[in-house]
């Protein structure tokens, strides 16, 4: 069974870092896209970034480029999403999701994580 599982949201303050992991399970990671949304309250899910879960190819969001980054370590089966220079506007319930094509349209994405929370506050 397809499972995606995030961690490590938190609270920090603005202009500091934070790594979030989306650990899979019950799917081959470098046949799958993974990508990165966020949805703040009141506001529609946005997508952030994208990879191949065999590593190299990515999509990043234009609010986030050159701000955000996205891993994959393959050995354990777990994709990164490295959040710089956070700023007040980042705040949001971050999900994963495994997708087939390379792409930030939710609509497209298959399998999806219950989200961690990323607070950004001084």
């Known amino acids: 069974q397809e499972q995606l599982v995030e961690s490590g949201g938190g609270l920090v303050q603005p202009g500091e870092s934070l790594t979030l992991s989306c650990a899979t399970s019950?799917?081959?990671?470098?046949?799958?896209?993974i990508g990165w949304f966020r949805q703040a309250p009141g506001k529609e899910r946005e997508g952030v970034a994208c990879?191949?879960?065999?590593?190299?190819?990515?999509i990043y969001g234009d609010s986030v480029k050159g701000r955000f980054s996205i891993s994959v370590d393959g050995a354990k089966n777990l994709v990164y999403l490295q959040l710089n220079s956070l700023k007040p506007e980042d705040p949001a319930n971050y999900f994963c999701?495994?997708?087939?094509?390379?792409?930030?349209?939710?609509?497209?994405?298959?399998?999806w994580g219950q989200g961690t929370q990323v607070t950004v506050s001084s």
């Open positions: 019950g799917l081959t990671l470098d046949h799958w896209y």
């Open positions: 990879i191949n879960g065999g590593g190299g190819s990515t």
């Open positions: 999701a495994a997708g087939e094509v390379a792409t930030l349209r939710e609509s497209l994405y298959d399998f």
